[in-house]
């Protein structure tokens, strides 16, 4: 799987889960913007680990995969500049 798949299926996962965690904090009656500041119950602490560590992956891959030229733009490394 190239680089870019992986980045595009972790993405994916990603958004599921922010979709999952934000339903699940409403129908418990807590705003989701408020997750970093409380103490979650069980299940939901449980969806934030998972979503921090798919983050984390993400942003990892993401790094490995790219660079920054002297003007700040971000590209892949394998591109042809």
């Given at each position: 799987?190239?680089?870019?798949e992986?980045?595009?299926?972790?993405?994916?996962?990603?958004?599921?889960?922010?979709?999952?965690?934000?339903?699940?904090?409403?129908?418990?009656?807590?705003?989701?913007?408020?997750?970093?500041?409380?103490?979650?119950?069980?299940?939901?602490?449980?969806?934030?680990?998972?979503?921090?560590?798919?983050?984390?992956?993400?942003?990892?891959?993401?790094?490995?995969?790219?660079?920054?030229?002297?003007?700040?733009?971000?590209?892949?490394?394998?591109?042809?500049?």
């Open positions: 799987m190239s680089d870019e992986q980045r595009s299926e972790l993405a994916a996962r990603l958004r599921e889960l922010e979709e999952s965690f934000e339903r699940e904090m409403r129908t418990r009656g807590f705003d989701p913007e408020q997750a970093e500041h409380i103490a979650l119950p069980g299940p939901l602490a449980k969806l934030y680990s998972e979503r921090e560590e798919l983050r984390a992956e993400l942003a990892t891959l993401t790094i490995e995969t790219s660079t920054i030229d002297s003007t700040g733009k971000q590209y892949e490394r394998d591109q042809k500049n």
